[in-house]
């Protein structure tokens, strides 16, 4: 399976990302963006999933003849456009807002190349594709970090810390928000970028104390785990076991290519830490804690690896019924548990902002 990973190691900062695609040649996740300007002390992470169902129809054609969908294109020309926004406005000393970005992105896809399709409908799209991004600047205050997610569909945004763990900072433009409910169904986007239709960028502001570390991702991450907390539990894990940042992407990497059914892509930054090997120590305690209640809990016959599932069949409910009825109530169980965490920056729902 083709993939890339990615990573910048310099003082007080680490910075990793990578993308995998599930068929050779025809993922729709573009390259995660990662970038730090050093003397605005302020950078920018995000990532980009090509939306398949709504821009499945081929826009392009390369000189050899491959053929590319509209999809694959959005998604690259919206990393294009983000890329040039942090360069020209963000460290420009213009506001980063989400209408600049929102104009960015509207100029890049409207000059884009592209093949109409003769068909229709509400779901089609030009050029669609999510985003989820933060970015992030150095506050007055040696130990704060400001921060503004924005985004747009079901890629998101999350804070990590040793004390308070996973959070999320992005809502889904989906129907439905709750984080479980969404890896049980698959709802359409409300709002994505295109080419074709208005669309949000939607934004937030938020401060955060450091050292922390940021994460963008793809819903080939974390839309195919069992709980949410499992998504928090693959970073961990594959950082404590790491020997060094090399390794730690390349663990990531091979960890989401086990069990996705989808194009992934990870863009990570950890901020004021001194190196690799307190990065992984300060976590320490925080995995154990989430391996112990989110991990070990879960019914045995919930994976076919399971530890010792092929020691004790006897272990294993005979009827499929019985295990799906664990299964969900383990998933809600251990749900309702992690939430009120997982969600402390959760925006909220449209309808509340009023």
Not at 97 to 110: G, M, Q, T, V
Not at 215 to 240: I, K
Request: proline share 6%; hydrophobic share 35%.
């Amino acid at each position: 399976m083709p993939q890339r990973i990615w990573r910048e190691t310099r003082e007080g900062l680490l910075a990793l990302s990578v993308w995998t695609e599930r068929v050779p040649g025809r993922g729709e996740d573009a390259d995660p963006f990662v970038a730090h300007h050093w003397h605005s002390a302020q950078g920018l992470l995000a990532v980009f999933d090509g939306s398949g169902g709504a821009g499945a129809a081929p826009v392009w054609q390369a000189s050899d003849g491959t053929s590319r969908t509209g999809a694959w294109a959005g998604a690259r020309v919206a990393r294009l456009a983000t890329d040039c926004w942090f360069r020209e406005v963000a460290t420009g000393g213009e506001p980063a807002d989400p209408e600049s970005l929102r104009e960015y992105l509207r100029y890049f896809l409207a000059s884009a190349p592209q093949r109409r399709s003769k068909i229709g409908g509400t779901m089609r799209r030009q050029l669609p594709t999510t985003l989820a991004a933060v970015h992030y600047r150095l506050a007055a205050s040696p130990d704060e970090l400001e921060l503004q997610p924005l985004w747009a569909g079901d890629s998101r945004a999350y804070v990590l810390r040793p004390d308070t763990g996973l959070q999320v900072l992005t809502r889904d433009h989906t129907r439905e928000s709750d984080a479980l409910e969404l890896l049980r169904t698959d709802p359409p986007m409300t709002n994505l970028v295109c080419a074709d239709r208005e669309f949000e960028i939607d934004s937030r502001r938020l401060t955060c104390r450091l050292p922390c570390v940021l994460v963008a991702a793809t819903d080939g991450f974390f839309g195919y785990v069992h709980t949410p907390a499992d998504f928090e539990s693959l970073l961990l894990r594959t950082l404590h076991e790491a020997r060094h940042e090399d390794e730690w992407a390349d663990r990531i990497r091979r960890e989401v290519q086990s069990y996705t059914a989808d194009d992934a892509s990870i863009a990570v930054l950890a901020l004021g830490y001194r190196g690799f090997e307190e990065l992984r120590g300060t976590f320490a305690a925080r995995l154990q804690e989430v391996t112990e209640r989110y991990v070990r809990t879960r019914p045995r016959g919930l994976d076919r690896l399971a530890p010792g599932a092929a020691d004790e069949p006897s272990a294993v409910p005979q009827d499929p019924a019985e295990l799906s009825a664990r299964v969900r109530d383990w998933q809600n169980r251990t749900w309702h548990a992690y939430r009120s965490g997982y969600e402390t920056h959760l925006p909220p729902a449209p309808e509340e902002h009023a």
